[in-house]
T-cell receptor
Framework: DGGITQSPKYLFRKEGQNVTLSCEQNLNHDAMYWYRQDPGQGLRLIYYSQIVNDFQKGDIAEGYSVSREKKESFPLTVTSAQKNPTAFYLCASSFGQGGQPQHFGDGTRLSIL | DQQVKQNSPSLSVQEGRISILNCDYT??????FLWYKKYPAEGPTFLIS?????DKNEDGRFTVFLNKSAKHLSLHIVPSQPGDSAVYFC?????????????FGKGITLSVRP
């Protein structure tokens, strides 16, 4: 079945460590996105990528980094510079941008030890 | 500055009745709107969308209404079912695909009582 796979589902990080969240899609979508969800905050865009080897900052990119070396993969690194990393992270993809519905993975919950 | 607002954080409805979820936006450049449904610990799933050239779009029990002059849209679910209990996000974008991205509201938690 086609879809978006995020791993792991739960992730724990020690303060000062970088951690990478995986996102893989087999939908042949060009665009991929990373969102962060906090209680009562809705979804906020961290980074997005329209094509391979290209990505743009979203609304809350500070403390995060991404890469897009393959069409199917868009990993997100939460760096030690991110002061409040505890959140639910969602990856999404779409054929294009604009009016294309985005398809979401089931998320990764990151917690700080 | 919140460009997409879902001012009511929660809604409780009796099974079989109508659920009306509201959403307001401030950016007049938005011309394409989407509703997503989300269960706990899962990603959102696309529900229904509407372009600004229309004022209504219907899909089964779900209907979205758009009032451009008021910058307001609403999602109607009728009849409501217990399985509809979830968080509903309104999202908006420019549909021309020109470096556009979705802007989400904070969501409304719908509870449908049996």
């Amino acid at each position: 079945d086609g879809g978006i796979t995020q791993s792991p589902k739960y992730l724990f990080r020690k303060e000062g460590q970088n951690v990478t969240l995986s996102c893989e899609q087999n939908l042949n979508h060009d665009a991929m996105y990373w969102y962060r969800q906090d209680p009562g905050q809705g979804l906020r865009l961290i980074y997005y990528s329209q094509i391979v080897n290209d990505f743009q900052k979203g609304d809350i990119a500070e403390g995060y980094s991404v890469s897009r070396e393959k069409k199917e993969s868009f990993p997100l690194t939460v760096t030690s510079a991110q002061k409040n990393p505890t959140a639910f992270y969602l990856c999404a993809s779409s054929f294009g941008q604009g009016g294309q519905p985005q398809h979401f993975g089931d998320g990764t919950r990151l917690s700080i030890l | 500055d919140q460009q997409v607002k879902q001012n009511s954080p929660s809604l409780s409805v009796q099974e079989g009745r109508i659920s009306i979820l509201n959403c307001d936006y401030t950016n007049s450049m938005f011309d394409y709107f989407l509703w997503y449904k989300k269960y706990p610990a899962e990603g959102p799933t696309f529900l229904i969308s509407i372009s600004s050239i229309k004022d209504k779009n219907e899909d089964g029990r779900f209907t979205v209404f758009l009032n451009k002059s008021a910058k307001h849209l609403s999602l109607h679910i009728v009849p409501s079912q217990p399985g509809d209990s979830a968080v509903y996000f309104c999202a908006a974008t420019r549909g021309d695909g020109a470096n556009s991205k979705l802007t989400f509201g904070k969501g409304i938690t719908l509870s449908v009582r049996p």
